[in-house]
């Protein structure tokens, strides 16, 4: 497989068992409330502004994606700047740049509608992930984030 063999697209509605799909092989836990949750929001929302891509191959069959959202001006957060909620590759085609191809593809579609600022959220104990957003051009942020147990 190459790039060649991989089509990015923008995510659809109809996309969304392949999705699970994927995570459920990436994790134990399926996630399907969190991403009955995301696709509820980014396609039935009147607000919806398609950013979130799918990697697939020539047969049509996803093997990657990446979902995130526009910011619209919540807690001083200006929408020229958006979120990574998710970048997830199937496990049997990782390695393989797809990942990389998928953030690519995300960064230039939110250039072209006019972000200026992607943020995400990564676990400092997964040093794979931080790898990745390395690569990808991330550095930590200036922002806190704050939490608090109860």
């Known amino acids: 497989m190459n790039d060649s063999t991989i089509k990015i697209r923008l995510m ?8 699970v799909g994927i995570v459920l092989k990436v994790s134990e836990a399926s996630r399907q409330t969190y991403y009955d949750l995301k696709f509820e929001k980014l396609f039935r929302s009147v607000d919806y502004l398609p950013v979130s891509l799918v990697a697939e191959k020539n047969d049509g069959t996803l093997v990657g994606f990446v979902m995130g959202e526009l910011y619209q001006g919540e807690d001083g957060i200006f929408p020229e700047e958006a979120i990574l909620d998710a970048v997830c590759v199937d496990p049997d085609c990782r390695n393989r740049g797809i990942g990389g191809q998928l953030m690519t593809e995300f960064s230039d579609h939110l250039r072209k509608v006019g972000v200026q600022k992607l943020n995400t959220m990564a676990d400092p104990n997964n040093p794979q992930m931080l790898r990745f957003f390395k690569v990808n051009k991330f550095s930590p942020s200036k922002k806190i984030n704050l939490e ?3």
């Open 12 to 19: 659809k509605a109809d996309d969304f068992d392949a999705v």
């Open 148 to 150: 608090r147990d109860l």
